[in-house]
């Protein structure tokens, strides 16, 4: 199970209570009270895996240490521990308390999400010439608190989209060691399947039918994976009875969540044309030509179109690193 949304609250670490104490030794009496330690920080720091937000599936509130209180003899309290969480890379941090977002797109980033509290001041910080024996303390100050919603947008170099079972999860299967689950039904994948081909990461976006921008269906759950993928691989079933029909419905909700999904490199498939003969597959990409796209003809059991589809991958790969 993917968890890609969830809302947590975040507490940094209360600071410690300054102490009131007094030195009991002869010829060196006076106030010893200590300083509290500092709040514990509480940190995000980005990891390659995917799946890190599981971790919240039931927790929904982590906190950092507190700062220890001060003690006697001007022995500080020990500062709190400091609290890293880990979250997948592609993650947006929504401040919800704040107003404010930022993201973790790279893996050891880290970012500061709430600062622990200061430390109180012990008795001994109030000593004076006319105070000689103060027993004045201050409390530690609390810590940050804020309520943060963590929004997952996968980052891969390709991403499979199409309507439910177009065969998009048996071609990630053939290409990579994905081994994602597939089955003839209307809803194939629940959570974005992801492979990697050599150094390609490879996304395959669960089916989006009509009306997935407006929250139909599993509808912006995935359609906010598409977001920063570089390269779409559009997929059309060859025994649909409206291909043309199928790839507009696709990019029409691309569109309408954002339009910018548009401009994005696109290679579209005419797939499971095992089912079809020659004849027919030239019907079905002669409708498609209106797409102004070429249409590629594949099957995950005809070997050479598996070959197109792995000379198109080798070709992204050299343009990653142009």
Do not use: C, W
């Amino acid at each position: 199970m993917l968890i890609d949304d969830v809302t947590i609250n975040v507490k940094a670490g209360k600071g410690g209570r300054g102490a009131v104490a007094f030195n009991k030794t002869k010829m060196s009496l006076g106030p010893t009270g200590a300083n509290g330690g500092k709040g514990g920080d509480v940190y995000f720091e980005g990891v390659s895996n995917l799946g890190a937000l599981i971790q919240f599936r039931y927790k929904k509130n982590i906190a950092a240490e507190d700062g220890e209180n001060g003690k006697n003899q001007l022995y500080d309290g020990a500062k709190g521990k400091d609290l890293v969480v880990v979250i997948p890379i592609g993650t947006v941090l929504h401040n919800i308390s704040m107003g404010k977002k930022s993201e973790i797109i790279s893996v050891g980033e880290r970012f500061l999400v709430a600062k622990g509290g200061i430390g109180g001041n012990g008795n001994y910080f109030f000593r004076s010439s006319t105070n000689t024996s103060p027993v004045e303390f201050r409390e530690g100050s609390l810590g940050e608190e804020y309520d943060i919603r963590l929004e997952l947008k996968l980052i891969a170099d390709v991403g499979f989209v199409g309507l439910p079972n177009v065969g998009k999860s048996s071609l990630l299967n053939i290409l990579t060691n994905a081994k994602s689950k597939v089955a003839n039904y209307p809803f194939t994948t629940l959570d974005p399947n992801l492979g990697v081909y050599y150094e390609l990461i490879l996304a395959d976006i669960p089916g989006l039918i009509e009306g997935s921008s407006d929250g139909k269906g599993f509808g912006i759950k995935f359609l906010r994976h598409i977001e920063r993928t570089k390269t779409i691989f559009h997929f059309i079933s060859a025994d649909s009875k409206n291909p043309l029909s199928d790839y507009q419905t696709i990019r029409n909700e691309l569109e309408k969540y954002n339009k910018s999904l548009l401009e994005k490199k696109e290679y579209v498939f005419l797939s499971k044309s095992d089912l079809l003969n020659e004849k027919e597959i030239g019907e079905k990409i002669n409708e498609l030509k209106e797409t102004g796209r070429e249409v590629i003809p594949i099957s995950i059991i005809d070997e050479k179109s598996i070959k197109k589809v792995e000379e198109i991958l080798r070709e992204i790969t050299k343009q990653k690193h142009k």
